[in-house]
Structures are given as structure tokens and as C-alpha cells.
């Protein structure tokens, strides 16, 4: 697909213009109206792509969960291996979408390799992620960031104390919930582990606070996000914080979610995907598999 028409469309999911700006530009680029929106479907997550792992997977067991946080109840998605016993923690942030059924597919992902896998509701801050997705792209943007940083420091130190819990927690999050991620490592000292999927990076001066050991994933075609790189590789190998980062040529900004069709890349998201999970088990514990 024309890199024009996913810049477009990258604009369009972060903020930057309304659908009908969206919709008259893409028409533009296409070339017609009728192309616009025979392009569409291509471009917006078609949830029913999203379960790469059941809801009712006869190995995993989840639950609605509810959290106190300084910022009031935040909601999210418990789920793990059926056969209980301690097992390492992953809290999941999601993208500018909220708790939707992608990410909680990907948190039975996470059970099904073993993980305590939590995927946190973070417009709870707002009222609760909607069931359309441009309602909840919409409400993103009216969730105050910081304390959604308080709420996943929350976050953490609930999933710390839980009866299941190894009491070692790491963390996965995806452009937005990227930068949340690198975010919540300057802010929690108990993180023990955080991986960053095309997540923006936080201010140089913030990275002495990082206790965590991190993972960063980052799109070739991503130039909002990877313009932060160099300062952020920099600070870190300055601080000698423990990190490892990888770039996977060929890709677009959200290349792991595979309910997009545009910019979904298998082989850059089950080479990440694998690298996420080495890394979690190396950090947290290696648990049996569901």
C-alpha cells in the first residue's frame, strides 16, 4: 500500500485530523471517493481477526478484575493457565483504542506460555473503553496521562500482591501503551521487566529513575517515534541501564497488530513476539506452559 495513504491514516488514529478530514484526504490520495472505501477495511482493525487464542481456550481460565488506584477503580482482564499456582505476572497496556479484543488476545497469549497475564482498561480513568472503535479513539485523548502513569503504578504493585503472583511483574504495551511502558519504568521502582512496542521515549533526565530491564521494539517506517531514539539509546547506555533494542526493516508503525491488514507484519511480529517472550522468561521466570 502506498506509504502515503498509511502516513495518512497513522495521522488519523493519533489525534491529528477528524474522520471527515481522513476520509476527503484518502479520496484525494485514492483518487475517488468509491476507492477511499474499498481502501478502508484495509486500514481499520477488524476485530474478528483478533483471537489467535480463543476466549473460551479450554486451557485458560479469565476473569473480569477490578483494581484500586489513586485515580478510582481501574478495570481490566485477568487471565491465565487453568491449573493454579504462582506463576510471573504480565500486565498488558494497550494502544490509543483502550481494552479491546485484540489486546486481550494478547494477554492469552501471555497465559498460554504460563504468565499471570493482566490487560488493564486504562480509559477506566474516562469511563470504560466503548465498543466502537472511534468512540474509544475519540474518549483517548480526554484521559489525562499522568494518571494513567499513577494508575499502572497502581497497576503494578496490585499485581505484585496478588495470591497467584511470583510477585515478579513485567509489562508489554503498544504505541501508546509503548510510551506508557517507558513511562511506568521511570516511575515504578518495582517493574521488574518492560517491553515497549513502537512506544515514544521519555525526557533523557528521566532515565536514571529506570530500575527495569527493557525491551524495545521499533518500526523502520515510524519517523514520529523513532526520532526520540537516539537520545533515548544514549541515555540509557549513559545510566547503564539494561536494554535491548531492535528495528525490523520493512515495517510500519503497529506492525504487530494482526487485526490490521495494512500494517501487520507476520514475520517482524512472531520475531518480536518470540523476543518477548525469551526476554520475560529471562527477567520474571520461566512458568509451565498452559
Not at 72 to 91: E, F, N, Q, S, T
Not at 94 to 110: I, K, S
Not at 136 to 155: E, T
Request: with cysteine; charged share 25%.
Amino acid at each position: 500500500m502506498d506509504q502515503k495513504i498509511i502516513d495518512l491514516y497513522d495521522r488519523f488514529t493519533h489525534g491529528g485530523m477528524n474522520r471527515r478530514t481522513f476520509l476527503d484526504r484518502l479520496a484525494e490520495i485514492a483518487g475517488s471517493s468509491a476507492a477511499a472505501m474499498a481502501l478502508l477495511p484495509l486500514l481499520q482493525n477488524d476485530y474478528a481477526r483478533a483471537a489467535m487464542v480463543a476466549p473460551d481456550d479450554a486451557r485458560l481460565a479469565s476473569e473480569r478484575v477490578a483494581y484500586d488506584s489513586p485515580k478510582g477503580k481501574i478495570d481490566g482482564y485477568l487471565v491465565r493457565p487453568k491449573a493454579k499456582g504462582k506463576r510471573p505476572v504480565v500486565l498488558v497496556i494497550h494502544e490509543n483504542r483502550g481494552l479491546n479484543p485484540h489486546l486481550e488476545d494478547v494477554a492469552r497469549r501471555l497465559a498460554s506460555e504460563g504468565f499471570l497475564a493482566y490487560a488493564v482498561d486504562l480509559l477506566s480513568l474516562v469511563g470504560g473503553t466503548p465498543a466502537s472503535e472511534d468512540a474509544a479513539r475519540d474518549l483517548h485523548p480526554k484521559m489525562n496521562q499522568d494518571d494513567a502513569v499513577a494508575a499502572l503504578v497502581a497497576g503494578v504493585s496490585f499485581l505484585k500482591k496478588h495470591a497467584e503472583s511470583t510477585g515478579k511483574v513485567g509489562a508489554v504495551g503498544f504505541c501508546f501503551g509503548g510510551l506508557m511502558i517507558n513511562r511506568l519504568a521511570v516511575a515504578s521502582p518495582e517493574l521488574d521487566a518492560g517491553v515497549a512496542y513502537y512506544g515514544r521515549q521519555v525526557p533523557a533526565a528521566l532515565v536514571p529513575n529506570i530500575k527495569a530491564a527493557l525491551l524495545l521494539h521499533y518500526a523502520e517506517h515510524d519517523d514520529g517515534v523513532n526520532a526520540g531514539i537516539p537520545a533515548y539509546e544514549a541515555a540509557l547506555k549513559a545510566n547503564n541501564k539494561k536494554f535491548t533494542m531492535h528495528s525490523y526493516p520493512g515495517t510500519q508503525h503497529a506492525f504487530n497488530n494482526d487485526t490490521g491488514a495494512a500494517r501487520y507484519n507476520e514475520a517482524a511480529a512472531r520475531l518480536a513476539w518470540s523476543r518477548t517472550i525469551a526476554f520475560f522468561r529471562e527477567t520474571l521466570g520461566t512458568p509451565e506452559k498452559a
